[in-house]
């Protein structure tokens, strides 16, 4: 007897501290992010904002003394429970757009690392503009395959 209410109270216990701290998204409201891609380059400076409906309102990357706006048509396609940002350059080929600086917007916590499905992959390119990448790409990298 003495047994089977040990093990009800710690079972109890256990279930009632599993579910007392969650962990919740936050969603930005604004965001300014500088980065010195070095070389050929050089500073990036990424900035952007939300509407009252939580959407990305507007996106700019700003390098090579260039100034780009992401178009409303790729920021319809990010949906809004987007909470975390990350950057990255390469210097490219002309013929596919030159240099170029990635934003990857995720949805992602400190225990749950963002999947391919969580991931949209802006590139803003010198001659090209702004793009958002099919996640075929996303899905290659993850698998090993490019």
């Known amino acids: 007897m003495n047994r089977v209410f040990t093990c009800l109270v710690a079972s109890c216990s256990i279930a009632l501290f599993a579910d007392a701290s969650r962990e919740r998204y936050l969603e930005f409201d ?3 992010i500088e980065a010195n891609a070095g070389g050929d380059i050089g500073p990036v400076v990424v900035t952007g904002n939300r509407n009252v409906r939580g959407s990305l309102d507007s996106l700019q990357v700003e390098f090579l003394e ?4 992401v178009p409303e048509s790729v920021l319809s396609e990010i949906p809004r429970y987007a ?5 990255s350059a390469e210097s490219g080929y002309l013929e596919l757009g030159g240099r170029t600086i990635y ?7 400190a225990s749950s690392p963002p999947t391919c499905d969580d991931q949209w992959i802006i ?6 503009g702004a793009e958002l990448l099919d996640r075929m ?8 395959k490019e």
């Open 66 to 69: 260039m100034n780009v706006n």
């Open 30 to 32: 604004e965001f300014r």
């Open 103 to 109: 934003v990857v917007l995720s949805q992602a916590g």
């Open 83 to 87: 909470n975390g940002i990350r950057l």
């Open 123 to 128: 590139a803003v390119s010198e001659l090209q």
């Open 137 to 144: 790409i996303c899905y290659r990298r993850e698998a090993g």
